[in-house]
């Protein structure tokens, strides 16, 4: 008798086991549904913002290897070479002012119908060679001037006006009072002012190399010491007339 209670007793601790693993089972099984629940959003979540990330990353790399090329461009294809041609035009100069007068200046002298005359043939051509360079390097800056900040403008026009009036009053075209022409002087502190331009540009570029794929922050501005800066350029007033301020006729009758 006492091994059918015991029987019984064993068969009952047994379903009773067997019951509770069934719902542990149970609870395990929803334990883990409830938990892909709360994670699978979190996981979709860290998924689109690295998806995103590597997108913004991979936009800026690509605005900045743009940003990149452009200042290259403008370095090798304006600053570099502007300023090797007109190193090399001053050293000729210099060659020449040391073999004929120290104190010769081209704006002044050219208009001197003497001057041409009393130079020896190498000083004659080395003049030829600097009235040639000034064509060289106005026509430079003309043709490559989208190339440079708007603050530079200002000093590479003072230039070319200066090397326009050169060649006109190396070609004798300019009579021979060299007073009318004396604002077109060659900026003097436009060396300086590239070289600014020059290190503003290298700093932002290797800004951008050190940090290819992150925003960069804005764009330095080209800061000119106040001791650089160019004097405004004579604008004399105009004196209102009807001609200058009556409307332009699509139809005139005169001539």
């Not at 064509?135 to 490559?144: A, C, P, Q, Y």
């Not at 326009?164 to 604002?183: I, N, Q």
Request: net charge neutral; proline share 6%.
């Amino acid at each position: 008798m006492m091994t059918g209670i015991f029987l019984s007793t064993a068969s009952a601790v047994g379903s009773t086991a067997s019951i509770d693993l069934r719902d542990l089972a149970s609870v395990i099984t929803a334990g883990v549904a409830i938990v892909a629940l709360i994670i699978s959003p979190i996981m979709t979540w860290l998924t689109l913002r690295a998806a995103r990330r590597n997108a913004e990353r991979s936009a800026w790399q690509k605005a900045n290897e743009l940003e990149l090329e452009s200042i290259r461009e403008r370095l090798a294809g304006f600053y570099c070479p502007f300023r090797t041609m007109s190193d090399v035009n001053r050293l000729m100069f210099r060659v020449l002012r040391s073999r004929s007068d120290h104190n010769l200046v081209l704006m002044r002298d050219l208009f001197d119908p003497n001057f041409r005359s009393g130079l020896a043939a190498g000083e004659a051509a080395l003049l030829a060679e600097v009235a040639a360079n000034a064509r060289k390097l106005r026509e430079f800056v003309e043709n490559n001037v989208g190339m440079v900040d708007a603050k530079v403008m200002p000093y590479l026009s003072r230039a070319a006006a200066h090397y326009r009036m050169l060649e006109l009053a190396y070609d004798g075209v300019l009579g021979s009072d060299p007073t009318a022409f004396k604002d077109f002087v060659f900026p003097a502190a436009i060396d300086e002012v590239l070289q600014l331009e020059v290190e503003r540009l290298e700093r932002r570029r290797v800004l951008l190399m050190n940090k290819p794929y992150e925003a960069p922050p804005p764009v330095e501005e080209l800061q000119i010491p106040d001791n650089k800066k160019l004097e405004p350029w004579a604008n004399p007033a105009r004196t209102s007339t009807a001609d200058l301020t009556a409307p332009l006729d699509p139809h005139p009758t005169g001539n």
